[in-house]
């Protein structure tokens, strides 16, 4: 069966980076797209991003860009997910989800809580 | 960038009733448009892509419908198990830059 299983909870400070993975079994990773959504305490979902299974290429969220970088390596069916310069504001759960098509995520991993205190 | 609305925030509903949850874009979507449910402490599920084609493995009890700019998810008849909350996510142009509307709060009445 699909399994997305991302990397544990992380504290950071301000100004410092995270970089969260995703494990990825049960399909065919090279032939997906992989979405980074985050959710803030209590709030909704905010689309980040997601890479391409042709040439790794990027799609960032304006909000995004220039502070985060998304990767994979297809050998270990992994993605990865760093952003930087971190503020209070990105406190929130980190998921990944896979896509067939860069249009639609169905299927989501189990979500990463990344805070961010002084 | 396309601004998704959702309402109501918050819909009382009671279990075997009919829930209608509508969303909203800024510009025309065509039927680039999905829902996601989410139920507190989980990830998101897909429910439905295209406007109103099921997710594998989704009850018939949950459609969608709708174009353009107006989209509507209704569940036939409320089980237990679908109290959650209902996001709308559209995927227009390409590369798509997908947005979320705020999400629909479906609570026991």
């Known amino acids: 069966q699909v399994q997305l299983v991302q990397s544990g909870a992380e504290v950071k400070k301000p100004g410092a980076s995270v970089r969260v993975s995703c494990k990825a079994s049960?399909?065919?990773?090279?032939?997906?797209?992989m979405h980074w959504v985050r959710q803030a305490p209590g709030q909704g979902l905010e689309w980040m991003g997601w890479?391409?299974?042709?040439?790794?290429?990027?799609n960032y969220g304006q909000k995004f860009q220039g502070r985060v970088t998304m990767t994979r390596d297809t050998s270990i069916t992994t993605a990865y997910m760093e952003l930087s310069s971190l503020t209070s504001d990105d406190t929130a759960v980190y998921y990944c989800a896979r896509d067939p098509s860069g249009t639609t995520p169905d299927y989501w991993g189990q979500g990463t809580l990344v805070t961010v205190s002084s | 960038e396309i601004v998704m609305t959702q309402s109501p925030a918050t819909l009382s509903v009671s279990p075997g009733e009919r829930a209608t949850l509508s969303c909203r874009a800024s510009?025309?979507?065509?039927?680039?448009l999905a829902w996601h449910q989410q139920k507190p402490g989980q990830a998101p599920r897909l429910l439905i892509y295209?406007?109103?084609t099921r997710a594998t493995g989704i009850p018939a009890r949950f459609s969608g419908s709708g174009s353009g700019t107006e989209f509507t998810l209704t569940i036939s008849s409320l089980q237990s198990e679908d109290f959650a909350v209902y996001y709308c996510?559209?995927?227009?142009?390409?590369?798509?830059?997908?947005?979320f509307g705020g999400g629909t709060k479906v609570e026991i009445k």
């Open positions: 510009q025309s979507v065509s039927i680039n």
């Open positions: 996510q559209q995927y227009n142009n390409w590369p798509p830059k997908l947005t």
């Open positions: 295209g406007a109103s």
């Open positions: 890479i391409s299974p042709n040439n790794d290429g990027t």
């Open positions: 049960g399909y065919t990773f090279s032939v997906y797209y």
